[in-house]
């Protein structure tokens, strides 16, 4: 289970503070930002594989909460058939929102797992979600994620080092990577960490989907690809923009790790639809930012 | 009244004020909508603003060039990173002309007064061109363009040259003078290199040590240009990651602590690695936090410091008599040159005691208690007067082109939405003005900009308000400010987005 580290987001004005709840026997923990600011409904965050809030969402919280109350969750990650797995996650989200957020509708954002859990939430209890993001989310497993995930079976049991190369490899951009130094390489090479939760975590992975549950989906949702992600590719962003019913799309130029690559970019996209979710309509591609 | 040779411009729809990116960018817009009656009017004898007036040794910009120009005009020739000042200059001027401004601008025209009429709802510019009258009025007047001189005992009789960063004396040579640099902003860190090189001697009196981070500048190579222009996507894709990328450096400025660290890391780290001495380095050690004022970028100011025939001055300059210039730890150094490097007029700006609004009351009387503006671009009092890159719109981490484009747009739906409603006068209600004002000065108490603990051309000493800031980020700008809401301008409090 990730552990929760505090959140550097006590300064700028924005405190948080931080809580858990028991689902069984998994403890989940949670961050809030608790200042109501503006009239905007609050935003629940929900990070990916392997992460935590503090690792995906220590720029998007704190610039977030500057601005509208922000919720993170700290997935725990269950035990038992992976292919229950995002749904046992989904329930955790729920109740961090019921307990936390009790009868006013939240906008959910959730990164690549964490997508395809907000996904299911929503899907589930459309009454808890009255806005949907899903960054960097796909719709169900398919042969290219499944050839990835293989590979990252078998550098885990055979090669540590290559594994986090390969991970730095699939995360981020051509063109980001590109522009970095050796020593900066190598200093996001060893910022990979891998361990058991991560693995029962890409074992879920592989045994995504939502085809039954996208469809379910009601609230306005914002889907965000990036151009060059390796690892839940943009075409599959697309297909929950062709299965959600009041979906719109866009895409940003970054690798799966948009949280890092381009983290001003997704402020700019959740604060602006959680102010008006419906300023483009249902099925829109949402016009190129040209700053 | 000097009424030379028959203008068709005297009588337009909209005067603009100021040939720089501002005014220019707007005529531009104009003038691609096929609009003609405009007239764009500028003091000096050429378009270009900053970069017509900052021709000293070095000067360059410090946001790199692919987004330090217009996103309608992106440019595949820029020599380097940091374009030097002439070949911005040469851009906007290129620009004006072939966008068609030239027929539209009129220099040696200074604003002397610009006056709302009640009874016809006009404005009425006075210039040493004559009278010019319009509908609209854009004061695109800039706020670093008035130069500011330290308030100095004796700078005045001081017996060698003197000049100021943005009025450079080049028929003065230079080679082998004993120079004083006044400042240490961001001009001064470009001109110091350079003068290090050729100065007998180089004094730089430093009041407070700014925080410097590596500049990363470079060429662009010939096969690099050449695929700028042949996909242009190629540019406006570096100039997007230019531009997000920066703007997450806001997050450094609302002083979100792995962020501020990081910034800070950036700065002390190169600080360290490029002058080993400790006492040096402490005395080129900032005591506030880093974003307070404007973070430099530098490789070779640190270098230039540590030159023998260089003296950084841990003070600042107090006083001068002859040609002795004394420092206020009361250090006199004899110099041949002045070169005062200390800034401009930001936060009282001189053009706000030339424009008249209702009942004859200056813009300067109306901001007494600091200049606000609705949206940053419309004041109460002052019917149908725009401002272009005014109050609220200064930046410290992103390019200050992309907020004026987003007030040109603003202002472009103003004019629109005028023309379809019989040229209505569009003005706003002091509450709608005073409650944005209050609005920024909230976002901006939890920034760096206040709780920085320095004291900055970003805040107006008459009051402690960040006056001349944007304290958010860019994008914000754009999302907030470019939307043209009529309600706002009815007195609607629910338009404010901020
Ligand atoms: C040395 C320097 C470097 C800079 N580098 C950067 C950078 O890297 N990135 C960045 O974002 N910003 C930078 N800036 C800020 C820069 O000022 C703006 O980016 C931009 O150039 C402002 O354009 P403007 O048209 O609003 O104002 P200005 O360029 O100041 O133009 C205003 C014009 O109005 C004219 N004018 C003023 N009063 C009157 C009057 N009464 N009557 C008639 N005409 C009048 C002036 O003569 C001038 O031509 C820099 C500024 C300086 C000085």
Redesign the pocket.
Known sequence: MSTANTLAATAGGVSENHGSLHIGDLEVNFFDSVEERGDFPPIVLVHGTGGSTRSHFSFLFPMLAARQRVVAVDLATPQGPPEEGTARMAEQVQAVIEKVLPARPVTLAGYSLGAVVAATAAGARPDLVGGLVLMAGWLKTDAQQRLRNDVWHALRQSDAAALRRYQAFCAFSAPLLAMLSEGEIEALVASFRTDDVMAAQMEINRHVDLTEIAPKITCPTLIVAGTDDLMTPFRQSKRLFGAIADARYTEITSGHAMVVERPAELVHLIAAFNADPNEYPAGATLPARRP | MPTSTPDALRDVSVII?????????LGIQLRRRGETSFVI????DD????????TYPG?????PSPL?SYSFRTNPDWSRM?AP?QEIWDYLRTAAREEGLEPHLRFG????EARWSETDHRWTVR?PQGEFHGDVLVA???????IKLPEVPGLDTFTGELFH??RWNHDFPLDGKRIGVVGTG??AI?IVPQLAEIAERLVVFQRSAPYIQPRRDRDFSEAEKNLFRRDQRTVEEMREMLFWYNDSRFAARRLVDDFLAEAMWQALSHLEKQVPDPELRATLTPDYTIGCKRVLLSDDYYPAVQKPNVHLEAAALERVAGSTAFSASGQGFELDVLVVATG?ETYDL??SY?IFGRAGRSLADHWSNGMQAYNSIATAGFPNLFL??GPGTS?GH????YM?EAQVDHLLAALDWRSAHGGRVLEVSSEIENAFARRLDEVAAETVIIRGGCSSWYLDPRNGRATLSWPDFAHRFRDECAPFDPAAYDGDERALRV
């Open positions: 004020v100021g040939a720089g990116f501002s005014g220019l960018g009017l500028e003091r000096a378009v270009g603003g900053s970069w017509r007036d900052n000067v360059a910009c410090d946001v330090y940091f000042g025209a200074d604003m002397l210039t695109a007047t800039g706020h670093l363009t008035d960063s943005a961001a001009s470009q401009f001189p053009s030339r272009l890159n930046l992103n390019s200050v082109i004026i």
